[in-house]
């Protein structure tokens, strides 16, 4: 079997080793996205395991930063069913999950199902929202097709709050679905990229990002119209 | 991570037609230095930094080996507001490394880093937001005093106004270069300006503080105005400084705040503030670094001279300022005796480095000093154990010299260059002979 498969985190989990050994896998564990570059093989990583138990902040950062690669890496997911809910808002981190403790067979079944159609990763090109325009492949955010600029963590936070208008977001999930846990700045950092964002989307457009008071933020009107 | 900033940073320059890239960094001075590539360079740069000569750059020269590396902080890469709409131009922080990739000892911004760490490391995050101030002056020439904007006791309407237009120029170009301003105000001096920054972490702030002067003094000489950061440019009406809010943040919680407390602060605040107060003399040469930052230091111009705190007494060294319906999130400290001229990262280091100590020794707070201490005799400050700040640039250094702290919180290099670099700018100093001596001493001595 051709298909070269990097798992996290390193060492994995033993019934998972057993599972890939026993199934004829070809697998690598790696500590970090930086380890999994070093040892990528010529074609690629043709797909990804992520066991989220031990560590789940370590490996939602990983699943982003393997996201972020060219490579068009399949990811499953492997988690408790306490660990569902992580799972909200992360859809784009994922491809497929399996819950723990798993049956062989059905970590099995999900590779091959996983692997088997290629490579068709869809991606929306571009958010758009009142006259504001992100477009994901090329970073650039305009509005009334003036070209905005802002920094990588700018822009971020207000892609993450375009592609879900009207949802209102603790600090805490901002924090952790944008940034990622590998950041240390705190909960203010929100605050602080929110006021930058304001700024620089203009007098006009600032509204776009509203303040609700002692919950968080939301972009765009409110589904319920208030 | 790392990747995706790289990624972000070489799309941006190719899509917005980006020309020029300047890799800023800061010597230990404190003065903004730049060195441009071009578009093609950046991706090498972003990977394996850029080599440069450091031989020339205050505070950087070795005996040995005098190349050092500037590794881009892509998190940091900006477009320029200004210049050229046709020939677009960014600008990126760097962090200064050596050749074999160690953060290089003599960068400043590497020195706050590490302090930042052993903060983090202890739990916490330390957030700043400083209030700058600065002076319009007509373009100065050498010899002659400085000449105010809207000097003359009259309301000059067309002066005034080209300052306020200044002012809110530089806001807007603040705000384009996310640095979020809080207030802004005409300050009591004439030609006199207030700038204060919303808070945020130190390492963001230090670099914000650099792109605050630069862009202050950019927008200014566009309209053919001087501004300067200069302590203490007019004798006989205040000098600028840079009152910095300083709190700690565990998490979510500003670890400041006490709900119990008459003053609602924490033991952490309390022992943050005590070790401010208890190495204040040893961090003063760091904070206030010029000779001229002393003339500023001197009672009856609303500058602290005395090492103490209060909630509302603003001859204080460090106040505790009454927040709006006890907001536990904006509960701080002001440290007062700063001035803009210093070096922002090693300032907020040993300021840093100060309070820190105060909470791993659980030092004590000293108890308020309400009343005002301009007032009162030396006897008297004595018996309430209210020392003095240093008073001259040479007082200063003596006592930093002394400061296993400070010396800690730099590190050698830093720490052995600033002290010689300080002592033959005193040395040049003490030898001037200036006009207060010919007009005081020429006709009667």
New interface residues.
Partial sequence: MLDQLVVYPDPPPPDLARTLDLGGYRWKAVRSADDAAVHEPAAGWTGAIVACDTDPEGAWAFCRALRKRDGPTRLLLLLSGSQLDQLELRDDLFDDFCLTPFHPVEVEARLRHLLFEGFSQVKNETVEYSGLALNVDTYQATIEGRPLDLTYMEYELLKFLAQNPGKVFTREILLSRVWGYEYYGGARTVDVHIRRLRAKLGEEQANLIQTVRSVGYRFGQSRWGS | ?L???R???L??V???GVRLIRLWFTDVLGSLKSFAISPAELENALEDGMTFDGSSIDGFGRTLESDVLAMPD??????L?WGDAKATEARVFCDIHNLDGTPFEGDPRQVLRRNLQAA?AAGF?F?VAPDIEFFYFSPPEKGQAPVPLDEGGFFDLTTTDVAGTLRKQTIRTL??M?I?VEYSFHEDAPSQHEIDL????AL?MADSVMTFRLVVKEVAASQGVHATFMPKPLESVQGSGMHVHLSL?D??ENAFYAADDPYNLSPVAKHFMAGLLHHAAEITAITNQTVNSYKRLVPGFEAPVHVSWARNNRSGLVRVPITKRGNP?ATRIEFRSPDPACNPYLAFAVMLAAGMRGITEEYELPPEADSNLFEMSESELAKLGIDVLPQSLSDSLRVMEQSSLVQEALGEHIFEWFLRNKRSEWRAYKTHVSAFEHDRYLRVL
């Fill in positions: 991570m990747e995706q900033q990624d972000y940073v799309h941006t190719e899509e917005r892509a998190n940091t890469f900006e477009v507001p983090h995050t957030l705000e384009t996310s979020p919303r808070h945020t972490d963001t943040f998490g979510d999130s």
